[in-house]
């Protein structure tokens, strides 16, 4: 992150929470994210949104961007009731990746399937968890999708 904020388009801010994020009318990319700091909203906008909370926290994100469009939240949300207690001591999966999506929330590069904005970096996107800490796979998988949106940006 520290490279990151040497960078005149990049500010980090503290002691905020997003609230949600808000689409175009067509509901095709997210325009703005609305964040709580020091008891007031504020706004923000960008050409692509990372959401990067931790699995539990993206997915709530999500869930409260509840709009006309998307009444039950943005993207689709997995794992609600078949995750045993036992499975959850690494949080993972709740906005799985995969081709289809009719099955999964990401694309491999981890962009929402439904919004073309929208990208969920953090163990959301594993499909399910691993005997292991997933914090070098996550890390990984951020970095390569960073690279994707270098390539994208370019």
Same mark, same amino acid.
């Given at each position: 992150?520290?490279?990151?904020?040497? @960078?005149?388009? *990049?500010?980090? /801010?503290?002691?905020?929470?997003? @609230?949600?994020?808000?689409?175009?009318?067509?509901? =095709?990319?997210?325009?703005?994210? *609305? *964040?709580? =700091?020091?008891?007031?909203? #504020?706004v923000y906008?960008?050409?692509?949104?990372?959401?990067?909370?931790?699995?539990?926290?993206s997915a709530?994100?999500?869930?409260?961007?509840?709009?006309?469009r998307y009444? #039950?939240?943005?993207? $689709?949300? +997995?794992?609600?009731?078949?995750?045993?207690?036992?499975?959850?001591?690494? @949080?993972?999966?709740?906005? =799985?990746?995969?081709?289809?999506?009719?099955?999964?929330? /990401?694309?491999?590069?981890? $962009?929402?399937? #439904?919004?073309?904005?929208?990208?969920?970096?953090?163990?959301? +996107? +594993?499909?399910?968890?691993?005997?292991?800490?997933?914090?070098?796979?996550?890390?990984?998988?951020?970095?390569?999708?960073? #690279?994707?949106?270098?390539?994208?940006?370019?």
């Amino acid at each position: 992150m520290r490279p990151l904020l040497g @960078q005149p388009n *990049v500010t980090l /801010l503290v002691n905020a929470e997003v @609230q949600r994020l808000e689409t175009d009318p067509a509901g =095709r990319s997210v325009t703005s994210v *609305v *964040v709580r =700091r020091g008891g007031r909203d #504020e706004v923000y906008e960008g050409d692509i949104v990372a959401v990067a909370a931790r699995a539990a926290n993206s997915a709530a994100i999500l869930l409260r961007s509840v709009s006309d469009r998307y009444p #039950e939240g943005l993207a $689709k949300w +997995f794992g609600a009731g078949r995750i045993p207690i036992a499975g959850v001591a690494h @949080q993972a999966g709740t906005c =799985r990746f995969g081709n289809d999506p009719a099955t999964s929330v /990401l694309d491999a590069n981890c $962009k929402a399937h #439904e919004l073309d904005n929208l990208y969920v970096v953090d163990t959301s +996107f +594993f499909p399910s968890i691993g005997a292991v800490n997933p914090a070098l796979t996550a890390m990984a998988n951020a970095i390569r999708v960073g #690279e994707h949106l270098l390539g994208r940006m370019s």
